[in-house]
Each structure stands twice: as C-alpha cells, then as structure tokens.
C-alpha cells in the first residue's frame, strides 16, 4: 500500500493552502498538474491549490491544448475546459487532444476511421481518416487514409489529397513528401516547389534546412538548392543564423554562408540558450561564447548547467554554485540538490528536504517538504507524508 500525501500549495512568501491528501501528483501542463487518490481515481489541480476536477476519473491526459482537457471515464472520453466544466460528452471509443480547433475522435459502436470535431463536439465535416497526427503550428494538418498521407485545414476539408508514402508537418510554407522512394517539397497548395530528388526529408528554419546525403549533412534552401554541401557528420537546424556542425569529432558554429565563427574547434558545442550564449566543451571543460563567437565564460567547469534566467549552476563536493553572464559567483551554498531559477526562485535540497533560494541566495521558504516543483506565476505545489 503507497503512503498518503499531503499537497500543499504555497506562495513566494511560504505561505500554504493545503489541498488534500493524495498518493501522488504529477505534471501536466502550464501549471496544471494531476493527482491521484487512494481509489486510484483522477483529479486536476492548478497551482494555486483550487481543484479543476476532482478524483472521479479514470485518466487525465497529460497536455492541455486549447484550452480544454481530455478525460477517460467508464472506458469512454470527453473533454472538460479548465475551469471544470464538462463541454463535450462522454461518448467516444477513441479521442486525441484538441490542436488548432479540432480533435480526431471514434464514437463507440462506428467504424475504426477517425472523424473531426470542434470544441463544441460538433462533427465539422464528412471526411474520415485512418489516423490524424496534427498541425504542428501550421494551418494544415497531416493525415492518413488508405496507407498514403495527406493534408487537411481546421474544418476538416482535404487540401492535398493522400497521394504521398511518408510527410512531415509544414515548415516555412513547405513540407516535405515522400513518394516512389525520394522526398521533394510541395507549397500550401501542394504544387511541388522541391524536386523530389532527396533520401532524406528536411524541415526548414530561417529559410534553410539540414538534410543528409552521401557526404553527411548539409544545408539546403526552400528552391531545394544546396547551398551548403554534404560534409558534416551531424548539424542542428539555423536559429539566430547559426548552427551548430560537427565535423571529424570536432564541432564549431557556422553561418549561411558556411562560415565558421570562429577559430576553435570544440569536443562538443549546444544551441545557443536564452541568454544567448552557448555552451561548449574543449579539452574536456566547459565554458560559454557568445553570438559573435567570442567566449566569454573560459572553460574551465567539468560540468555547468544551461543558463535560467541569467543564471547557470554548477556544483563541487557538497556546495553548488550560481554564476552570472560575467562568470562572477553570486551563489555559494551547501547543499545535496539545487534547481535551476525559474520565476525568480530555485529549488534547493538539504538533508532529503527542500526549500527555495532567491537570486540573492536568501533562502525564502524553509526546507520542509519531501517534493516540491518549480514556481511558475507565483505558486508551487510541495508534498509532505502525512
């Protein structure tokens, strides 16, 4: 038998809202989580502490996505909106998550294709589907029918008929499709804009896009020409017009125009963060550069986290850590386990308890929980044994 807990909902202040007991709770989406009672029933909680659903269901899907929530009860799914409102009726063998409007869903005793609603469990077109994957950002999203793929807009009406053997989703007005072994680029319309002449797919970004051929990876633009040859045994997508490659075990950045930028070459070398700097690794220590290539943390951490909020974490022995974008120490302390900061405050362990420390390493809310998350609009959620 699991042990009972109790959940806690506390501010930035400490202050508590004890919600209930339960034997667990678990992430679900922008500060929604799931609990679970002893009757092995589901319930939904904000962060605040205010039950959105209480324990009477058989699943909670884990993502929230347009606003409304995916419930499963008596083998049967319906969808609740976040305030806690039932809005479509339990009567489905099979449903997906909602995305740009619509949801693909099976009503119990009809056939095994898949058919479209809208928030208001209204079906919104006639067409049926062996399989619906989503929009992915774009206003057309991709199905099966019959072993080929397609593509439908949000009312279910079919854009571009399932002639094709594999897709991916849209990116930058393109997607990539398969058909009779190559892969081409066809537009909104489906008029081919790619020769299909590539083994590979592609995805673009920032009007380019990695793909791999014989020589290794390499760059072409949304015409399908390859601008940037075959050459690299690994290369992420342009963000910020840079990317990283990687190269005879050796990794650097490059422009558009395969222009490296800078001189050194590293063992390993990540995106660049939020900061805008990105990590790397040389002679087996890490430091950061910045977007002109220079580095301006040196290598010299065995290992150093990301950074959060202008602030990366690493740790020696039994203390941990904050540097600021200058590399200055603005956080020592003792501690087992500490957290990245993420709205304004970092979760800290001492002693299998945990607290939260502030950017000036005051600790603003005592160890005295078991569990807790990270804060997010001003509230966490902690957990204690009864």
């Not at 593509?151 to 571009?160: D, L, S």
């Not at 051929?213 to 072409?220: A, D, L, M, N, V």
């Not at 990283?244 to 050796?250: E, F, I, L, M």
């Not at 979760?347 to 390493?361: A, E, Q």
Request: charged letters at 30%; proline letters at 2%.
């Amino acid at each position: 038998m699991k042990i009972m807990k109790s959940i806690i909902s506390i501010d930035k202040k400490g202050n508590e809202k004890i919600i209930g007991q339960y034997e667990l709770f678990s992430t679900n989406d922008n500060g929604y989580y799931h609990i679970l009672d002893s009757n092995k029933k589901y319930g939904l909680i904000n962060q605040k502490g205010d039950i959105i659903l209480p324990c009477e269901f058989d699943n909670i899907y884990p993502t929230i996505k347009d606003d409304l929530v995916l419930v499963k009860q008596n083998d049967l799914f319906g969808f609740y909106n976040k305030e806690g409102f039932q809005v479509i009726d339990f009567k489905y063998k099979v449903a997906q998550e909602f995305d740009n409007g619509i949801a693909a869903v099976k009503e119990l005793n009809s056939d095994e294709k898949y058919y479209l609603i809208n928030k208001k469990g209204e079906r919104v077109s006639p067409n049926t589907f062996d399989y619906f994957f989503g929009f992915y950002g774009s206003d057309l999203g991709y199905v099966k029918n019959e072993g080929k793929y397609g593509f439908i807009n949000n009312k279910g009406e079919i854009r571009i008929e399932c002639i094709y053997d594999e897709v991916e989703a849209f990116s930058e007005g393109i997607a990539a499709v398969k058909i009779n072994g190559y892969w081409g680029g066809i537009n909104d319309k489906g008029v081919t804009v790619i020769e299909f002449k590539f083994e590979n797919s592609f995805d673009f970004r920032e009007g380019l896009s990695r793909i791999k051929g014989k020589g290794g990876y390499g760059f072409i633009d949304t015409k399908g020409e390859l601008v940037i040859p075959y050459q690299y045994s690994f290369a992420w997508n342009f963000r910020d017009s840079l990317v990283s490659v990687t190269k005879n075990g050796a990794s650097w950045f490059i422009d558009k125009q395969n222009k490296p930028l800078n001189s050194f070459q590293y063992n390993h070398i990540d995106q660049f963060d939020t900061s805008g700097y990105a990590r790397f690794t040389r002679d087996g220590l890490m430091g950061f550069m910045n977007k002109e290539g220079i580095e301006v943390i040196e290598p010299k951490y065995k290992d150093i986290d990301f950074y959060y909020e202008g602030l990366a974490k690493y740790k020696i022995k039994d203390k941990v850590y904050f540097i600021n974008l200058d590399g200055e120490v603005v956080i020592e302390r003792k501690c087992s386990n500490v957290n990245k900061f993420q709205d304004g405050l970092s979760r800290v362990k001492l002693k299998n308890l945990y607290g939260f420390i502030d950017k000036t390493n005051n600790l603003v809310i005592d160890y005295k929980y078991e569990n807790v998350t990270n804060f997010y609009e001003g509230y966490a959620l902690a957990q204690n044994e009864l």
